[in-house]
């Protein structure tokens, strides 16, 4: 049963854009701090990161011992904006603890980052910065090894899996080691990927029969029984051993990205590697929210392959809800990278709702232990639900820290923690005495 496309809604459209302007003043302040908070925290887009296919010979600016730079002298425009943005927006720690407010004019020598108002203050609050200098100071040389030119070959990712190679999900390393990843002979190399494969592979990791995650330990029961219909579909063939005469499941499983930002921007290769990992399925993946689509793009839908399609909406997930036929828990789950519920309780009410009410699983992932605290909190205030995935570390989270532009003493990593739920099932109760 394949869904029929859903075309773009120009009327959906335009009520969306109206809806999002007639936002109040203080609303779009708030909106407006946590979109950069997010953005740093959670980029928009990973484009520039790959060479399109006719600028093959991008020549390389710096080498491989050239790598640290001081933000504001970096000879990549990139990062001396960054230097910019932290300059304008961030506090010094040192005058902030004494009760006043100074930008952070003063770029550290050890990391190359702004972090005090002036070389003073640096040296007063060399202890407390010790710890954060050394983590700043790698994501400064991975930045520039990032974009310095060079051909990145741990980026040559593989390709099907032979039937007969069984895949370990266990971790990263193990997960690189039996999918015959090349050239993840650096710490660096694998920051690198995971930071780009934490999305697809994160999904693949709660649905894939060697899940890291085990029941009774993170999967509770009614996990168990949400994880089972979906492998129904996921793994067809099981079926047939166990019953010769049971129908092969070919249905398409529809992944919904909700809030989708950076997510949405990453070459379709790269959600290649999750329908690898799931041979006999066809994969239909829909990025929704503002974010998801560039500026002057209209939603649409494409496919790399027969067995992966993509939806690109920026609608409000809600309205885009209201587009669907039908939503089934054979097929349909939901995924939501670091929404930030607690911060936006009101916005993302009317989606969370509609999510619940499909019985589908949500699966929800927090950039650190109190972004995740704070959505969790937020749900379980204002929701009925069921846990189908208790709050845990993120086997496949990203490997590489971002930086808070708005404050350099927090860096977080994407998709550190995970979590998941569905709607409360309110099963009929047998009611003894109406039999008696
Ligand atoms: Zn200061
Ligand atoms: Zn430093």
Redesign the pocket.
Known sequence: MNRPWISASRNLFLRTTARQCSLTRARLTVQFRRNLTQSVVRPISFKGIFRSSNEEKRQVLLEQDNLFHVLSKSPLPEMRDRASMIKKYGT????ESEGHK?KPTYDCPDCGYPT???EE?HHQGREAHKEVCSVLRQVNEDDHDLRSGRSMKEFEFPSAQGFDEAVNMANWDVFFYTRSFPSMDSDRSIRHVSKLLTYPITIASVLHQATPYKYGEQITAEGMRSIAALKTVLYPTNQLNNDAQAQVRTETVNIYLLGARAEATLPSHIWLQLAYLFPSTPFHIHFVGPDALAPNQEPHTTSVNERLFFTYDNALYEDYHEKIEKFDPYTDLFFMFSPGIGHFKEGWKPSIEKLLETKCPIFITGYDESDMDNDIKAVEQDYQFDWILKPTVNEYRSLKRDVNLMDVRQTILANYGIWGIRGKRYDVVHDPEANE
């Open positions: 010094c720690p040192v005058c100074n005090h108002c002036c203050h």
